[in-house]
């Protein structure tokens, strides 16, 4: 033990004397990471991902990324003897032949798709907490180009096997970028080396999928974690919490071994669901062929919103010098989701500049502190659902026996009325619980007891809640409207000052419902009259 001791020991000397690694693992080993179970949302995408770059790695041992013609006479009986691309009688062979190959396919899979929901779903908590602002801004548009990487890599990934249903998907990626004008058919030509569905594009693919890509997250990946460290990780509000200190536990040995088990719980998790849930059986799909579709073909789950946007588009061509634009293909596929995604990235600027904050922040919101962005928020994730439901509309259609063109306008309506009716849901909730907050402060907790007063009236009787969570409910930060520059004291801005005006008019709206929170003072001034 002693020899092996001495032998680390001069190991570590030896790289510390060339690499200099001491000074950074004792700046880095004690470092603190705050304790809940949201923030193991971003560790699960990052696991998600390593058993993404494990099973694929296997998977490229045997996969053929070739679009050349051969005959199957592999171990799958049905298909025996039919014509298929050698990409798509490799997947065959991986399912069927290659030992462990099935449960590689299905543990890839629900890796890309927890892949992407982790994603999704930590990307919210970043939102709904204020986690972007100062000075994590470039980290939140870090996490929004993964999020678009991921959903470009997920959709490369299961149209590489060349089967019926991956080939549908293609077939719609061509008509989404036949419609970009003037540029839409050399694009294409690039892409598939022909025309559709061309002998190149599946090799190229392969390349872009197991290696651009990738390596594109991967590094993502380390820039963001690395901002993590050096920003130092936000924390929920709590007794003893500031934005100059983080309260949790150290790197090592808590924090490291605490994330090592996790780890293995979600690979645990996802081999388990590769175990019992199969996924994406191709051999039923059979290979590709550009005059049929898969009946009732529906893509992966974060690629279904694209679907339903396509779905609901009316039928808009026009036509003018003998070409056609084609609306109703480049509106839905592009324009849609590009605002979309344009407007999240850049959200953590346009609420900056509506609040007037420029400070650095480190204690994260509570969701109802912020009315407004919390109904922003719920806006987009309905306006998401919306157009994720509708790419199912013709299933919906089948299992419940209903007009598919009933479906697609109801769809339609729903798109332009259910997200602002959820934005103002959300919003009077929200103010709602920050009432309840306020008055839970000043009353006490409410109990359901009952109690008779002399004269006959009945009360609640209320109990005094902890002194840590009356720090908590009185610690919100009160938020004020930005007035234009140059205003009076009234708020009357000079003229001229268009900008500042528009600046003011928004965030006037963004701070018009507000309820006032309760001060440690008015505490102190209720405790002191004897009332509770």
């Not at 996969?63 to 009688?89: H, I, K, Q």
């Not at 520059?485 to 000052?497: E, I, M």
Request: a neutral charge; aromatic letters at 12%; charged letters at 15%.
């Amino acid at each position: 033990m002693s020899m092996m001791g001495n032998a680390a020991g001069g190991a570590g000397r030896y790289l510390d004397d060339r690499l200099g690694l001491a000074k950074v693992v004792r700046k880095n080993i004690r470092k603190v990471f705050p304790d809940h179970w949201s923030f193991m949302l971003g560790e699960i995408t990052l696991y998600s991902f390593i058993i993404l770059l494990l099973s694929g790695t296997f998977l490229t041992l045997f996969f053929d990324p070739s679009m050349t013609e051969t005959v199957y006479n592999g171990a799958y009986g049905p298909l025996r003897g039919e014509e298929m691309s050698r990409a798509y009688a490799s997947a065959l062979e991986i399912s069927f032949e290659v030992r462990g190959g099935l449960i590689m396919r299905h543990i890839h899979h629900w890796a890309a798709l927890i892949f992407i929901a982790g994603m999704v779903v930590h990307a919210f908590r970043t939102f709904f907490t204020g986690a972007f602002r100062k000075p994590r801004e470039l980290n939140w548009l870090l996490g929004v180009a993964l999020l678009v990487l991921g959903l470009l890599e997920g959709f490369m990934g299961y149209s590489l096997p060349d089967d019926l249903l991956s080939g549908t998907g293609l077939r719609i990626a061509e008509g989404v970028i036949l419609s970009i004008p003037v540029v839409g058919s050399y694009i294409l030509m690039f892409f598939f080396g022909g025309e559709f569905p061309g002998v190149d594009l599946i090799p190229r693919m392969y390349v872009v999928h197991i290696l651009l890509v990738p390596g594109a997250i991967l590094a993502l990946i380390a820039a963001h974690v690395g901002l993590v460290t050096y920003h130092k990780h936000t924390q929920y509000p709590g007794a003893g919490r500031t934005e100059k200190n983080v309260v949790g536990y150290p790197l090592l040995p808590v924090y490291a071994a605490k994330a090592g088990g996790f780890f293995f719980v979600v690979f645990g998790v996802i081999a388990g669901l590769a175990a019992v849930a199969p996924i994406n059986p191709i051999w039923q799909y059979g290979p590709y062929d550009p005059s049929e579709v898969t009946a009732g073909s529906q893509p992966d789950w974060y690629i279904g919103f694209l679907e339903g946007s396509l779905r609901l588009m009316p039928n808009w061509e026009i036509e003018f010098w003998g070409n056609t634009l084609s609306l109703n293909v480049l509106i839905p596929s592009l324009v849609v989701p590009g605002i979309m995604f344009t407007v999240f990235a850049l959200y953590p600027f346009l609420e900056a500049w509506v609040t007037g904050d420029k400070r650095e922040h480190h204690i994260l919101d509570r969701p109802r502190n912020q009315p407004v962005r919390t109904g922003l928020g719920v806006m987009f994730i309905t306006s998401y659902t919306i157009l994720w439901i509708a790419g199912g509309n013709d299933i919906i259609a089948v299992i419940f026996g209903l007009s598919i063109n009933s479906i697609t306008w109801f769809m339609r309506i729903a798109f332009f009325v259910l997200p602002p009716l959820a934005f103002w849901v959300t919003k009077r909730a929200c103010l709602g619980l920050q009432h309840r907050d306020k008055e839970k402060v000043l009353h006490g907790r409410e109990t359901g007891i009952l109690m008779q007063l002399p004269h006959g009236e009945f009360v609640e009787v209320h109990e005094p809640i902890t002194p840590e969570e009356r720090w908590r409910l009185t610690s919100q930060e009160v938020q004020r409207p930005v007035l234009p520059a140059g205003a009076d004291g009234n708020g009357v801005a000079p003229r001229g000052a268009l900008a500042g005006k528009l600046r003011s008019k928004v965030s006037r709206w963004y701070f018009e419902d507000r309820v006032e929170p309760a001060t440690p003072a008015d505490v102190h001034e209720l405790e002191s009259s004897g009332h509770h």
